[in-house]
Structures are given as structure tokens and as C-alpha cells.
């Protein structure tokens, strides 16, 4: 009796694998070998930085907000906290775009924020 080996499926596996491997360099789109390893690495790296984005893109609207605050005398801790009291729920996406482009907007957010940490400070007291 001959083995059986399933030609046309392990073909089409294999189709499958270099056509993800489309665009790699060297042998990683050629040879099924390498492109096996290099697509399986690449889906790892993906997987990873699609949860990743997410941190830089937070990391990168709190450093816009802080560079925007400073010259308005408030540090961005201090901002967020008055903002909080305040009862302001901006997330920092929109805070970050506002600082951007709608610098008056983004000043009377500043003191609002300000004028809530004072607020706070004297009920403190």
C-alpha cells in the first residue's frame, strides 16, 4: 500500500506561509524554511505592540499636556489633580489635541484647573 501524504494540502500550507512572508527580505519570502520563522517572530512583535501602542500613545499625549502646561505655571500632576476636582472628565487625548490646536481653550482648562486646586486647598485648611 503507498503512504499517503496529502500533497496538495501541505502545498497549500506552505502557499499560505510565503504569501504572509510577501515583502520579507532575502530568503524569509522565499524559502518556506525561513519564512515559517520569520512570519511566526513577526506575529509575536505584532501581537505584542498592537497591547504596546496603546502605553506610547498615553506616554505621548502626557508629555504633550506637560510641555503645554509649564509656561501656563502649572505642572501636569498639578493640572490633572485640579482638573479631578474640578469634575472635568477630558481623557488625555482630547486635553493633549486641545493643547495643540486651541491654545485659548486649553488656558481656560489650565485655569479652571488652578482655580479648583485653590478651591480644594482652602477647604483644607
Not at 37 to 58: I, L, N, T
Request: positive net charge; hydrophobic residues 40%.
Amino acid at each position: 500500500m503507498p503512504r499517503a501524504t496529502n500533497a496538495p494540502a501541505t502545498r497549500a500550507r506552505r502557499k499560505r506561509k510565503l504569501k504572509q512572508a510577501k515583502g520579507y527580505f532575502g530568503n524569509k519570502s522565499r524559502l518556506y524554511r525561513y519564512a515559517k520563522d520569520a512570519v511566526s517572530r513577526s506575529g509575536k512583535f505584532a501581537y505584542r505592540d498592537r497591547r504596546k501602542k496603546k502605553s506610547e500613545f498615553r506616554q505621548l499625549w502626557i508629555v504633550r499636556i506637560n510641555a503645554a502646561c509649564r509656561p501656563l505655571d502649572i505642572s501636569y500632576s498639578r493640572l490633572m489633580e485640579g482638573l479631578k476636582a474640578a469634575e472635568i472628565g477630558l481623557d488625555r487625548k482630547a486635553i493633549s489635541e486641545m493643547a495643540i490646536h486651541d491654545e485659548a481653550a486649553f488656558a481656560s482648562l489650565v485655569e479652571k484647573a488652578k482655580a479648583a486646586l485653590a478651591d480644594k486647598a482652602s477647604k483644607a485648611e
